[in-house]
């Protein structure tokens, strides 16, 4: 399961993430609310530095509430704003421009007081691949995606997205980082599906997703497979037995474990095992102390 990637284009995106900071006034970082560690980009805190920051937890619908909560405390004791989205049908999107003026409210006063009146507010937008940033910034837009004129300062074929008369954000490239310290992290994208399904081991993948169930959601296999998961077991033997509450079977009498893989994956994908987050800030500190963090 080692999932690395860094392609040339990555190395050019943080240039111009780098590059093109001095011509905004916040961060809007997107990420995905059922894994929050794996889908932030650790280089982003370092590029962005001091600069003010929104986390977007998109797809928050598919992500435990209850989690969605201890996230938000966790990213605003920070000092970051935080808002829940779900792209796809728009909810809480429409609180974006309104959040974003919260979060600048000094430097708005400030403008206001040196007499900038009619500037906008201007919003960089970033996110790992495949975490929803151009359905979100479609959203957001609604749907128009109008590029705002070129002006000083801002070389021509950069994406910028008009919101409103005082909001224009700067769509950039997904970005990855150069690799994945932990398997855990790859690992967590793959289930969402952020990293595609063709160059994993399914089996291998859904025997780490049922692990990770059996511990943290065992009522999501209790309801779904009628399996009453002992959280020490195995995944190929938890993958096994749903496999045999299933029926899958192959010739021989044997259990179709690829076939249950693909099932588990697919209906944690699509919802169909209720609303699950797979990590904690708690799994935050363990994986930086793992990697001698402070």
């Known amino acids: 399961m080692n999932i ?16 093109d900071l001095k011509l905004v006034d916040l961060v809007a970082e997107i990420i995905d609310a059922r894994i929050p560690i794996s889908s932030r980009n650790p280089d982003i805190d370092e590029l962005v530095g001091e600069k003010p920051r929104l986390i ?4 928050a619908d598919q992500a435990d509430p209850a989690m969605n909560r201890v996230w938000t405390d966790w990213f605003r004791r920070q000092g ?23 979060a600048l409210k000094e430097k708005l006063e400030q403008w206001k007081a040196k007499g900038l009146v009619g500037r906008p507010v201007r919003a960089m937008v970033v996110g790992v691949p495949n975490v929803g940033k151009s359905t979100f ?5 609604k749907r128009k995606s109008a590029k705002a004129g070129n002006r000083p300062g801002v070389t021509r074929g950069k994406q910028w997205v008009s919101v409103d008369a005082g909001l224009e954000l700067l769509d950039t490239p997904g970005i990855l980082w150069p690799k994945f310290e932990d398997e855990t992290t790859g690992i967590h994208l793959a289930f969402t599906g952020a990293v595609k399904d063709e160059i994993m081991d399914l089996e291998t993948l859904a025997c780490h997703l049922i692990e990770l169930l ?7 296999l209790a309801e779904r497979y009628k399996l ?25 009498g044997e259990v179709d474990t690829e076939r249950m893989a693909k099932v588990l994956l697919d209906e944690y994908r699509s919802g169909k095992l209720g609303n699950l987050t797979f990590e904690t800030p708690q799994d935050l500190e363990s994986r930086e102390a793992a990697h001698g963090r402070d």
């Open 4 to 19: 690395q990637w860094y392609p040339g284009h990555m190395t050019k995106t943080r240039r111009q993430i780098q590059a």
């Open 56 to 59: 977007v937890l998109n797809r």
């Open 80 to 102: 970051w704003a935080v808002l829940e989205t779900n792209a796809r049908d728009g909810k809480g999107v429409g609180q974006f421009s309104t959040v974003i003026r919260q």
């Open 137 to 141: 910034i479609n959203q957001v837009a």
């Open 214 to 220: 059996a511990r943290r959601y065992p009522q999501a």
């Open 228 to 252: 009453e998961a002992d959280p020490g077991l195995p995944g190929w033997e938890l993958l096994e037995l749903c496999g045999k509450k299933r029926g899958f079977r192959i010739s021989g």
